[in-house]
């Protein structure tokens, strides 16, 4: 079964750090582009990463750019999003997701479940 | 940044009607716009792709059409299962961005 699972997520403090990971199966792993996406509670979907498919670009959405890392280890199928400097604008689902087709002509065809990150003291 | 404003942000209507979601993007995107629909507590769905691809396994009363700056998501004859969150997004240019959703209720 082609699938991504996300997992890391969890209770944080202001101003403290968390790392993500996205775990794939079922398909070529080092083919692909992953990207990240969160959910505010209550809230629409968000954009906050990429990297392609053999780790050497990537992109930050403003609001993460400095304070969030993402990686990949294809021996390891995982990408890992590195998460510092956490505030309440941060407390969100955090989504994975696989990229098809080649820029502009993409979508995002797999994701995962989600995993939670609350920020809180 | 590309802002998508999707319109209506909410709708109510009934197991058999014939519903249209629009989406506005603020500069030209071609065709590079997906649909997703998503459920509560569950992750995204794409739905169409390239504006106007139905994803493999969507039933077919789900279609999209537009291109420029002017789509829509047209779902022919509610069922139950449909009502749900609907977003676009474009991928024209970084940061993607998606519009802000709408929610589509039973009335």
């Known amino acids: 079964e082609v699938q991504l699972v996300e997992s890391g997520g969890g209770l944080v403090q202001p101003g403290g750090s968390l790392r993500l990971s996205c775990a794939a199966s079922g398909f070529t792993f080092s083919y692909y582009a992953i990207h990240w996406v969160r959910q505010a509670p209550g809230k629409g979907l968000e954009y906050v990463s990429v990297?392609?498919?053999?780790?050497?670009?990537?992109y930050y959405a403003n609001s993460v750019k400095g304070r969030f890392t993402i990686s990949r280890d294809n021996s390891k199928n995982t990408v890992y999003l590195q998460m510092g400097s956490l505030g309440a604008e941060d407390m969100a689902v955090y989504y994975c997701?696989?990229?098809?087709?080649?820029?502009?002509?993409?979508?995002?065809?797999?994701w995962g479940q989600g995993t939670t990150v609350t920020v809180s003291s | 940044a590309i802002q998508l404003t999707q319109s209506p942000s909410s709708l109510s209507a009934s197991v058999g009607d014939r519903v249209t979601i629009t989406c506005r993007a603020s500069q030209g995107i071609s065709s590079a716009l997906a649909w997703y629909q998503q459920k509560p507590g569950k992750a995204p769905k794409l739905l169409i792709y390239d504006a106007s691809s139905l994803e493999s396994g969507v039933p077919s009363r789900f279609s999209g059409s537009g291109s420029g700056t002017d789509f829509t998501l047209t779902i022919s004859s509610l069922q139950p299962e449909d009502f749900a969150t609907y977003y676009c997004q474009q991928f024209n240019g970084y940061p993607i961005t998606f519009g802000q959703g709408t929610r589509l209720e039973v009335k």
């Open positions: 990297i392609s498919s053999n780790g050497g670009s990537t």
């Open positions: 997701a696989r990229q098809r087709g080649i820029y502009p002509a993409i979508t995002f065809d797999i």
